[in-house]
Each structure stands twice: as structure tokens, then as C-alpha cells.
């Protein structure tokens, strides 16, 4: 993103997010990863979706068992994960064995798969960046805890300790925040506050009589191709 601002995004770390995850990153300079934030059941940090025969189905890395309490970066992905990963493969290949650029999707899964620490948020770092890679997003990636701010202060306030130590003069959230930030607050520190709204065109997806919104990049890669998938980035609206 080429801009006289400095715009920072901040969000979790999140196992093959949709495409709106990877236009925030690629519309904003400094992208700033959560790994001291707490890890929570049923979101999307170690799931998410694909196309299977016309539905969507959940695609998932197993975990340890670990306390409920627990920060991102203290879980490990379980033991398992060593026959389960080939098992993923087996179902993303099948799932996608006709999509029409299977070829780079395969060859991006791989390169995730093939990570071999088990920290999750090692794991999820390491894909994010695979795709960034592959998408060509030049956006700096940055771990929150190396960022020199109060981290223990929570909501509106963490970010912006996080935002004013980035010395960003611009800050983009994801437009289902809307309700979580107020303009004000961040006009106190010199920060505009805008928000991305994707406005992703339908595509055609292999097999889907009805279009399954919002699936994993991997989806699109499989469905669009890695060229298209980058044009797409700016498919979304910052306001």
C-alpha cells in the first residue's frame, strides 16, 4: 500500500481466513498479528471452512488440551496433526479435484502443512505469511507482544496503546467492529478511524449450485487462481 499515512491493522491469528482478512492486510502498512490475546473455542483461529459437494464444510487443526484461559501463543497443535495432516490434504484434494486451479492451491496448502513446529501461533504465522507471499502483499507483519505497549489494558484502549507505539495516523477494523470503536477516541490520538468492508464478487465455485460466501482463501485460490485472487484484494470498500 503506498500512502503518506501509516495505516495499522490489528487482528488474530486466524488458520486460512476468507479473503476480507487478506484485503485488510494487504489496504493497511503495518499489520499487527495478536499472539498474547486469548485463544477462544469455535472461532476461527485453528477452523474454517471449504467447498465439498456443494456445501461447506469445516476443516480444523487439532490442539492439546490446554486451559480455557489460555494465550494463543501457549497452545500446541496435538500430537495427531502428524496423520491428520495428510488426511486434510486428502479432503482439500478431493473436495477441490476439479476446481480449475487446483495446481496453486494445493501447492500453497503444502507449503502450510509442511511447517513443522507445533506452536498454533507459529502454525498460523507461518500461513499467513505463505499466502501474503503468494498474493504479493508487501504489508510489514509485526507479533503484538513485540510491540512496546500496555498490554494488559483491554478493547478500544489496547489498540490504541498499540496504534500510538506504531505511530499510526491511520487505523482500519474489519466492518464488524463497527460497534466496538469510537471516531472520537481515535481523533484524540491523531488517528483516523476507518473501517473495510469487502464487497467480494461472486465467483464460481466447482460443484455450487448456490454461492457459499465467505470461505477460506483457500476456496478462492482453488476456484480463481492465484492472479485473480490478487486482483480481488481490492474488492472491498475503507470508510
Excluded at 83 to 112: H, M, Q, W
Aim: net charge neutral.
Amino acid at each position: 500500500m503506498t500512502t503518506n499515512q501509516h495505516a495499522v491493522a490489528i487482528m488474530q491469528p486466524y488458520f486460512w481466513p476468507y479473503l476480507g482478512y487478506f484485503q485488510l492486510m494487504h489496504n493497511c502498512d503495518q499489520f499487527v498479528l495478536y499472539d498474547n490475546i486469548q485463544y477462544t473455542k469455535k472461532g476461527w483461529i485453528n477452523r474454517n471452512r471449504i467447498a465439498e459437494n456443494g456445501s461447506d464444510v469445516y476443516v480444523s487443526i487439532p490442539l492439546k488440551k490446554a486451559s480455557d484461559y489460555s494465550l494463543v501463543v501457549d497452545r500446541e497443535i496435538s500430537a495427531e496433526f502428524d496423520t491428520s495432516a495428510p488426511k486434510l490434504r486428502r479432503k482439500i484434494v478431493n473436495a477441490y479435484r476439479r476446481a480449475p486451479f487446483i495446481d496453486d492451491g494445493i501447492s500453497i496448502v503444502d507449503e502450510c502443512l509442511q511447517f513443522e513446529p507445533r506452536n498454533l501461533f507459529l502454525f498460523l504465522k507461518h500461513s499467513l505469511q505463505v499466502i501474503q507471499n503468494h498474493l504479493g502483499i508487501t504489508t510489514a507483519l509485526t507479533v503484538a507482544s513485540k510491540v512496546a505497549a500496555d498490554h494488559n489494558a483491554k478493547g478500544q484502549q489496547k489498540v490504541l496503546n498499540i496504534c500510538d507505539t506504531c505511530h499510526a495516523s491511520k487505523y482500519i477494523n474489519p466492518i464488524g467492529g463497527l460497534h466496538l470503536y469510537e471516531r472520537q477516541a481515535f481523533e484524540q490520538h491523531d488517528i483516523t478511524l476507518q473501517f473495510l468492508q469487502p464487497q467480494i464478487a461472486p465467483y464460481k465455485q466447482h460443484g455450487c449450485s448456490v454461492f457459499l460466501a465467505n470461505l477460506s482463501i483457500i476456496d478462492v485460490l482453488m476456484s480463481c487462481g492465484i492472479e485473480m485472487t490478487r486482483q480481488k484484494l481490492n474488492e472491498c470498500i475503507i470508510e
